[in-house]
């Protein structure tokens, strides 16, 4: 395995693993995003339906992809532009929403490890297009 596939691998575990996080305990899974789901009116199944299940099959395919030698390049792109997004989302909302105490040291340091995330599912994309 490249250095490359290695931090995607490294990436994906995380991202697997703070599905499992999302999946077992919805409630910390909240907190730690700084959201709240509302027991009694699903927000419960919510969080394990996307910070849990989701991130987990998500990262999960690629990983299967890594060892599989299948769709590696697609899945890391596909990846690459999700975590890319989230970050561009968060920046856009620390740069456009002043009065609603968006720009804080937790946005700060979540955009860094978004953006970090995103580059290393952006290598092996890159290591391929570069030959």
Aim: proline share 2%; hydrophobic share 60%.
């Amino acid at each position: 395995m490249t250095l490359v596939e290695t931090l995607a691998a490294l990436a994906a575990v995380i991202g697997a693993g703070l599905g499992v996080f999302g999946l077992l305990a919805p409630s910390r899974a909240a907190a730690l995003v700084k959201l709240q789901a509302l027991p009694g009116l699903g927000g419960f199944a919510e969080f394990r339906a996307t910070y849990g299940g989701f991130f987990l099959g998500l990262h999960a395919a690629f990983l299967i992809a890594l060892f599989l030698g299948a769709g590696v390049i697609g899945a890391a792109g596909v990846l690459c532009l999700g975590w890319g997004g989230v970050a561009a989302g968060r920046a856009l909302s620390m740069l456009a929403d002043k009065g609603e105490g968006t720009r804080t040291q937790f946005n700060a340091i979540s955009l860094v490890f978004e953006a970090l995330i995103a580059l290393a599912f952006a290598g092996p994309v890159y290591a391929f297009v570069t030959g």
